[in-house]
């Protein structure tokens, strides 16, 4: 074979390693329900802030430990421990993507991802006044 051949092949074997070592990161968004089937496993949760249970976070005890309970889309919930410091508008947030894993019928978070309503506006919310480029052009072009 020529060397240009086995550089090739070599090359070739180097990305399909790094693909497949990447395979394990990916992963779906699970229920509450299959991640507790997948016990141990990397799964990514997509819940809602159960807001009649106490949010634990005491920033002057521990600033890197919040507890909440989540509620997914089916209605299945968990607890859910997060260790580290919690994330601003938290208990504002509509919905909650979480990756960590289940242990021991509780959710070890390891990175809160939140939608905020104030960051996402309904289509029926219209700002009173839009600044567009065409009426600040026509504001130059009519001042002397």
Known sequence: ???????GLVSIAIVIAALLSLLDDLSTYDSVE?????????????????????????????????????????????????????????????????????KDDVFQCNEIVMKCPSKYKEQGDVPSKVVTTSSILKKESTQP
């Open 34 to 102: 299959s991640a507790r089937k997948k016990e141990g496993k990397f799964v990514h949760l997509i819940a809602k802030l159960d807001t009649s249970k106490p949010v634990i976070y005491d920033p002057l005890k521990d600033p890197n430990y919040l507890a909440f309970t989540a509620i997914d889309s089916l209605g299945s919930s968990t607890n859910v421990v997060y260790k580290n410091a919690k994330p601003t508008d938290f208990e504002k947030s509509q919905r909650i993507v979480m990756k960590g894993s289940m």
């Open 1 to 7: 074979m020529k060397k240009m051949h086995i550089l």
